[in-house]
Each structure stands twice: as C-alpha cells, then as structure tokens.
C-alpha cells in the first residue's frame, strides 16, 4: 500500500511497517553536502599529529645514527680479511669457476681464482684503468673487460692473499690484505 507521502507501507504479522522512499536528486545532493563538510582538526588532534610526527622523526634519527656506526670502519678493522679454508675454496673453484667476493669494506669486489696451483684475488679493474670492470664469462671461460676483450688471470692484478692460521683460526685459512696489491705478471694483457 502507498501512503499520501509516496512511502510504501507492507503489512507484515498484523502490523504495517513504514519504508520511507529514497530522496530525490536534489535533497541526495543537500544531504552529502551537509555530512561531508570538512571538520577542522581539534585542539588534541593536532597536538596528536604533532608528537606522532615528532617521534617518528626521531625515531628515523636514532635508526640512521645506528646504521652509520654499525657501517663506520677504524684502521684496525682493514687488515686481512678471512673468507674460507683453502682445500674447500679450490676444490669449489677447480670444479665451476673463479668466486667473486664482495669487499667487505665497501670498495671494489674482487675474483678468486686458481693459478699455478695457487689460490690468487684478482682485482676488479683492468690494471691501468679505474672504470673498467673485469667479468668472468663461464661461456667464453675467461675473463672479458669493459671493451669486450679476453683476459686471463696473469693480466690482472692482484690482491695479497696469506694462507695459515691466525688469531685462533683453522689451519689452511684463507685471508685478503686490500691493502696490498701486486701486479699482473703479465702486464702485455694477452690472453692466455
């Protein structure tokens, strides 16, 4: 049933429920316009706002003052660094490929390699030059530089690399001085 004001009216066990009808257009318009006004912020919101904002910039402070004394590095820390036993490193380089390491202090990574029976730690760069990366290429079984040309181990230089124990390590350890750096012994970058 319809009532005068266009609700619609059902009965349902003996009593007439109301359902009003939905608002036209214009008062659709005028409701959302009432209700959707932006508030301004009270007082404890923006005082809520403003520490949340303060500790979260603290917070970053406090997080980025860890990160670069964690990072910082003193002289003593930049000897020889360990990274493995001998017989395991050859053995795993003897049967894929040369290893590349990162620096641990943040420079220029470096190669691993067998030479001669040796282990050897290869510099990055080609020797002369200070942005010209050395790649190991498994398909081409060499090493490959900046200009695309082929290079073998003798034509890189190389970092110091001690074998023995030290500072209460296992025998046959493996350790990298980068301060220490020898040159190719083939400086003539033929490849071999």
């Given at each position: 049933?319809?009532d005068?004001?266009?609700?619609v009216?059902?009965?349902?066990?003996?009593?007439?429920?109301?359902?009003?009808?939905?608002?036209?257009?214009r008062?659709?318009?005028?409701?959302?316009?009432?209700?959707?006004?932006?508030?301004?912020?009270?007082?404890?919101?923006?005082?809520?706002?403003?520490?949340?904002?303060?500790f979260?910039?603290?917070a970053?402070?406090?997080?980025?003052?860890?990160?670069?004394?964690?990072?910082?590095?003193?002289?003593?820390?930049?000897?020889p660094?360990?990274?493995?036993?001998e017989?395991?490193?050859?053995?795993?380089i003897l049967?894929?490929?040369?290893?590349?390491f990162?620096?641990?202090s943040?420079?220029?990574g470096?190669?691993?390699d067998?030479?001669?029976?040796?282990?050897?730690?290869?510099?990055?760069?080609?020797?002369?030059?200070?942005d010209c990366?050395?790649?190991?290429?498994?398909?081409r079984?060499?090493?490959?530089?900046?200009?695309?040309?082929e290079?073998?181990?003798?034509?890189?230089?190389?970092?110091?690399?001690?074998?023995g124990?030290?500072?209460?390590?296992?025998k046959?350890?493996?350790?990298?001085?980068f301060?220490?750096?020898?040159?190719?012994?083939?400086?003539?970058?033929?490849?071999?």
């Amino acid at each position: 049933m319809v009532d005068v004001a266009g609700s619609v009216s059902w009965v349902t066990s003996g009593k007439a429920t109301r359902h009003p009808s939905p608002p036209s257009p214009r008062d659709a318009r005028l409701l959302a316009t009432t209700r959707m006004r932006d508030v301004p912020p009270s007082r404890s919101d923006r005082q809520l706002l403003l520490i949340t904002g303060s500790f979260l910039v603290i917070a970053a402070v406090f997080f980025g003052g860890v990160l670069w004394v964690a990072t910082l590095r003193k002289s003593s820390d930049n000897g020889p660094q360990y990274i493995g036993r001998e017989r395991s490193l050859e053995r795993k380089i003897l049967k894929a490929s040369p290893y590349y390491f990162a620096n641990p202090s943040g420079g220029d990574g470096y190669w691993l390699d067998v030479e001669d029976g040796e282990l050897v730690a290869l510099v990055l760069d080609r020797p002369g030059t200070k942005d010209c990366v050395v790649k190991w290429k498994a398909q081409r079984d060499a090493y490959v530089d900046c200009n695309d040309q082929e290079l073998s181990s003798e034509n890189l230089d190389r970092y110091k690399v001690t074998i023995g124990p030290r500072d209460g390590s296992p025998k046959g350890s493996v350790y990298v001085d980068f301060r220490k750096i020898s040159p190719a012994p083939n400086r003539g970058l033929s490849p071999s």
